[in-house]
């Protein structure tokens, strides 16, 4: 292992990660008690986390330890914790007016950031945005908004994907079985098809020579058989799956799909809550393959945290009637404040730097891959990054105890990491880690493969 510069050193108060006391300390444990009598326990802790303050990419918990922090609260403080021009603005704002609903009354922050939405997302002709509160409600509006305009019924999602838990939202999801089990009839219309997952090809074909079977898959066997096109609203697509594992799909896979969806006046909806503003390394992932969506889904990072979900599409698609959809909270004038901050602060350097970052750390994650077995792949773009944990690189046999093994032993040394798909560690950290950052983080992945292989 090359000798790195990592947090990890100099004087005590200032190190990250610093482990005073294994957690969770007896604070936490505490905290945990509490909070299983009272709180829903249908959400998915998997290590007792239990947060005093954050900032940056350190987060320190209520018996003092400090962690590394390459969650950003699952890919949403792009800008890191508590960033100061944000914590500025959210204050001012809130000193001003908190809310007083966007739906029915008029205030500049949501028309400031509707009009920088139209201009940052993808595709020259004038957009028009609906604000709401998280991501799921995004897709839920993209989802209306698709049937509302094609007045057709069906929509077609990917296997893998992950759009949300509310009912419209859930119906797109495929990602694990326990999100939906109980919970149907979900809305009908929805039909899964393949995603372009190579790495693990249903079709069990090699890219390029399958020539996009995934795709072609759509036109002459679903539109064939199962679902007639003319009456498809929709094609909605994560342009990397995220909770499916971090999963890329090869270049030409979007460019077909976007023009499939065009020869058959199907709309295309990019779910962009989890790739996009700047996570990838542009503003938003579809730009990577030159693809403009007809509608675009935005949540997570847009606002540093504060809960906001955004559907952008073209003034064209984006023309229903008063009172069709709206909400009470959507476009709050904090979040709003807060998400002007944040775009300018992605535009300054973070996009750039979870570009250069990212690829950093793709090219270092990849050298641990040729020392570490459980490594079966290394993939991802910008700050979106996933190592698959396999037993055997050839059958590709899931090592799913050692993945959740490896998580919960880099928390208990300072390194706060989250799992995706069912054998995938992923790894979003805020958009503005430093080189020495990113260096403490593979320190301490390495040092945990050995273990966990050792072992
Ligand atoms: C791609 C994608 N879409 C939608 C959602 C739902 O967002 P939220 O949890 O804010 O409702 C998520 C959340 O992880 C996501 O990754």
Redesign the pocket.
Known sequence: MPKRKSGNRGPVRSRVPYIKIVPPGPKARAWVNRDEQVLSQSVTRIYPLVIEKARGAMVEDVDGNRYLDFTAG???VATGHSHPEVVKAICEQAARFVHMSGTDFYYPAQVKLAEIMDRITPGKSPKRTFFS???????EAAFKLARYQTRRPLMIAFQG??????MG?LSL?ASKAVQRRHFSPLVPGVTHVPYASCYRCPYGLTYPSCKMHCVNIIRDWYFKSLVPPEDVAAIVV?PI???GGVIVPPPEFLPMLADMAKEFGILLIA?????GMGRTGKMFAVEHWNVQPDII?V??GIASGL?M?ATVASTDVMSWQAGSHANTFGGNPVACESALVTIELLQRNLVANAAKLGAYLLQELAKLKDRHRLIGDVRGKGLLIGIECVRDRETKEMAIQERNDIIQRCFRKGLLLLGCGQNVIRIVPPLLITRREADTALEILDAVFTDVEGG
């Open positions: 699952i890919a949403v509160n998280s991501g799921t409600e995004a897709v994907a992950f759009h949300g838990r509310t939202a999801t994560e799956q995220g909770e779910d962009e809550v989890q790739t889904a949540g997570k809960p979900g």
